[in-house]
């Protein structure tokens, strides 16, 4: 495990974020509640960088560096990729961006995730905007997407509820006794959930 975070901090070049004050706000909501969606809007509308965890883990295994080979050996092995990997992969891109307002879609996933993210970076973030959705509309969501072969899908489904259920709702309960939790019905349609996300981020602009 040491080696995977010393691979991160020489690719990372020790840089910090202290220098540079920045605005983040975890985007949380299980499978099939639109995050995706709504992430897009806020970019568009609210000039935020979307910052998504997986999407820099897997970029790092295809670039083929020392550290993405690291990961994807852990991967393979079913290991868990360590927070702090995770953590300073997020904190690189921060740095490398000229923007100071990120949005980090689907992270932290977990308590463990949470605590690393304030240790490493020292943010905490400005708050954090859950989408709030009945597992039978998520379902029915990812069951369209996913079209045919439902009896497939149904057991994968409910295993990722289950999972997000047990390891989510913690940070969310923990950022909402710090009165930071935005809570949005994501069982609206699209475009009245970017209403209510709009009032949110207006909200916390002004």
């Known amino acids: 495990m040491g080696s995977v975070l010393d691979a991160v901090d020489k690719d990372t070049n020790g840089s910090s ?10 985007v949380l909501g299980g499978p099939g509640s ?18 998504s965890a997986g999407d820099l883990l897997r970029a790092e295994i295809k670039s083929g560096s020392e550290n993405g080979t690291m990961i994807q050996n852990m991967i393979k092995e079913g290991k ?11 904190q690189r891109a921060m740095n490398e961006s000229e923007n100071d307002k990120f949005l980090i879609d689907g992270f932290p ?9 304030e240790t ?6 400005k708050f954090v905007l859950f ?3 009945p597992e039978e509309e998520m379902e029915r969501r990812l069951l369209s997407r996913n079209q045919g072969r439902e009896d497939d899908n149904i057991e994968t489904i409910r295993k990722r509820f289950e999972v ?13 006794s710090k009165g930071k939790v935005r809570k949005i019905n994501a069982a609206q349609p699209v475009e009245e959930v970017f209403e209510a996300v709009k009032g949110v981020f207006s909200e916390v602009v002004s």
């Open 17 to 26: 974020l202290t220098a540079k004050k920045v605005t983040v706000v975890f």
């Open 34 to 51: 639109g995050k995706g969606t709504q992430c897009s809007n806020i970019v568009e509308r609210f000039g935020y960088t979307h910052l």
């Open 80 to 90: 868990i990729v360590p927070s702090e990997v995770t953590v300073e992969l997020l």
């Open 109 to 117: 996933r977990n308590e463990e995730n949470r605590a690393a993210f």
């Open 120 to 125: 490493v970076t020292g943010i905490v973030p």
């Open 131 to 133: 989408f709030d959705c």
């Open 164 to 176: 997000y259920m047990k390891s989510s709702l913690p940070v969310i309960e923990y950022y909402d």
